[in-house]
T-cell receptor, first 113, second 114 residues
Framework: SQKIEQNSEALNIQEGKTATLTCNYT??????LQWYRQDPGRGPVFLLL?????KEKRKERLKVTFDTTLKQSLFHITASQPADSATYLC????????????FGSGTRLSIRP | NAGVTQTPKFQVLKTGQSMTLQCAQD?????MSWYRQDPGMGLRLIHY???????DQGEVPNGYNVSRSTTEDFPLRLLSAAPSQTSVYFC?????????????FGAGSRLTVL
């Protein structure tokens, strides 16, 4: 069955450093992969999407990579700030049309001043 | 635009009671879905719909019913609530753009079953 794994333990990073979160998937080949941010008590919010033919995608301080050979995506936040503290969820998706969108369990990121 | 609206925000039920969680979106999105989120479990897909009149099961559909009579609304029904259904429920919608679906989530509904 399809499986999505994210760092189960919380990640604690010093402000200003680069935070790197991992998303691994098995038993399927997604056409694209999304990353979402979730703050406590709120619904997830879309951040970035990367397609299978793209190696890297950037948006401001965010960078996502997608390695279809390793079946892995890395999510980087450079020059991290305390406001970046949140849970980050990845969602690889199989199809180009609407389908089941399954999420990883998320990684809680804490940026300390 | 209101986006995705979920009601109620909080609900307490007794075991065996029934209720409906409401979800409405005003973005004319074709795709709607329901997730539940438990501590340490991430988001698990309950049911989803790719358009009015079409629904399908997700990862954890047992104990839940859905229907999609209009594009705007996608209610989630618990016919006989159980303590295992205590969770935070999120509704989401999306439209396929450039071959991908980006989800817009509601604020969530926190359900406690005693």
């Amino acid at each position: 069955s399809q499986k999505i794994e994210q760092n189960s333990e919380a990640l604690n990073i010093q402000e200003g450093k680069t935070a790197t979160l991992t998303c691994n998937y098995t038993n399927y080949s997604p056409a694209y992969l999304q990353w979402y941010r979730q703050d406590p008590g709120r619904g997830p919010v879309f951040l970035l999407l990367i397609r299978e033919n793209e190696k890297e995608k950037r948006k401001e301080r965010l960078k996502v990579t997608f390695d279809t050979t390793l079946k892995q995506s890395l999510f980087h936040i450079t020059a991290s700030q305390p406001a970046d503290s949140a849970t980050y969820l990845c969602a690889p998706d199989l199809y180009s049309s609407a389908s089941k969108i399954i999420f990883g369990s998320g990684t809680r990121l804490s940026i300390r001043p | 635009n209101a986006g995705v609206t979920q009601t109620p925000k909080f609900q307490v039920l007794k075991t065996g009671q029934s209720m409906t969680l409401q979800c409405a979106q005003d973005m004319n999105h074709e795709y709607m879905s329901w997730y539940r989120q438990d501590p340490g479990m991430g988001l698990r897909l309950i049911h989803y719909s790719v358009g009015a009149g079409i629904t399908d099961q997700g990862e954890v559909p047992n104990g839940y019913n859905v229907s999609r009579s209009t594009t705007e609304d996608f209610p989630l029904r618990l016919l006989s609530a159980a303590p295992s259904q205590t969770s935070v429920y999120f509704c989401a919608s999306s439209v396929t753009a450039a071959g991908a679906n980006v989800l817009t989530f509601g604020a969530g509904s926190r359900l406690t079953v005693l």
